[in-house]
């Protein structure tokens, strides 16, 4: 059920794209609530989940390599990297000139699954919100595993059965082989029905992620990878005040209208709990 406000809306949704009306129709056919402060917050969350399945397909069309934390490597013009394998951008170049770069010069790049998904959550926002913002924001940007600023300020609940496009998920593989334990699991952003982006899988379904998965487990081993049940999406309330045109609501006040509500989210560090 979607509500905005404290009322059900009556939604004209001929018009818009195909994507936003499939999960606007996921949504209203739940029995979860699914609260916005305003449509223009609702149209903002579907904005910006496009914005990050097209940037994960774009990722996956770039030509960058998956590579471990020792072999990662980058376009040194754009940014260095440092002991750890991670990008440091440098100091000439802005955030929203890193991201692009990536993109456009794919194969001078080379990272693991983790830090893909973040280059993809990254490239979802700038496509969304004002670029000042964004250099604003993310000054000083560092490519390492799942760090990422605190203003991406990304949410952690449980429910895969309740994910929707642009959702980050997990496939575990408790059993990966010690001497492959880059294939422990894959980080992906879901794309539609039962269709995930992975960097170094592609874009696959469940069933053959898993077995790509299980292809790396220890010898004789039964126990099957698995989606797990983390779903992480960024805080669309916060980010939609950076969009052109925005709807200039408060985050904060309207987390607090709802507090008492089940699925309202709790801070713990940089990450939000949805707490059901």
């Not at 693991?112 to 913002?133: H, Q, S």
């Not at 269709?195 to 010898?219: D, F, M, Q, T, V």
């Not at 507090?259 to 059901?276: C, K, L, N, T």
């Amino acid at each position: 059920m979607i509500r905005i406000g404290n009322e059900e809306p009556v939604l004209e949704t001929e018009n818009w794209p195909p994507l936003w009306q499939k999960i606007v129709r996921a949504k209203k056919n739940s029995a979860s609530v699914y609260r916005y402060a305003s449509l223009a917050h609702l149209q903002f969350e579907l904005k910006l989940r496009t914005g990050i399945v097209e940037a994960a397909k774009a990722l996956r069309r770039s030509g960058v390599q998956f590579e471990d934390f020792e072999h990662s490597h980058c376009n040194e013009r754009f940014w260095h990297l440092n002991n750890r394998g991670g990008f440091e951008l440098r100091s000439d170049v802005t955030p929203a000139e890193g991201i692009r770069d990536i993109f456009a010069n794919g194969p001078l790049y080379g990272f693991e699954c983790a830090t893909a998904i973040v280059i993809v959550l990254y490239k979802g926002l700038l496509d969304c919100i004002r670029e000042k913002d964004f250099n604003r924001m993310f000054a000083d940007l560092l490519l390492y595993d799942w760090h990422y600023d605190a203003d991406l300020r990304l949410i952690e609940k449980q429910g895969a059965s309740e994910a929707f496009p642009g959702d980050v998920l997990y496939f575990k593989n408790p059993d990966v082989n010690p001497r492959q334990i880059e294939w422990q699991g894959e980080n992906t952003v879901k794309l539609e029905e039962d269709l995930y982006y992975g960097h170094g899988i592609g874009i696959e379904s469940s069933r053959a992620i898993i077995a790509k998965l299980n292809r790396h487990r220890k010898p004789g081993s039964t126990v099957s990878a698995y989606l797990t049940d983390q779903v992480i999406s960024p805080d669309f309330l916060y980010l939609s005040q950076f969009e052109g045109g925005g709807p200039g609501a408060n985050p904060e006040s309207f987390y607090q209208t709802f507090a008492q509500e089940p699925g309202i989210v709790s801070r713990i560090g940089r990450r939000r709990y949805w707490m059901v």
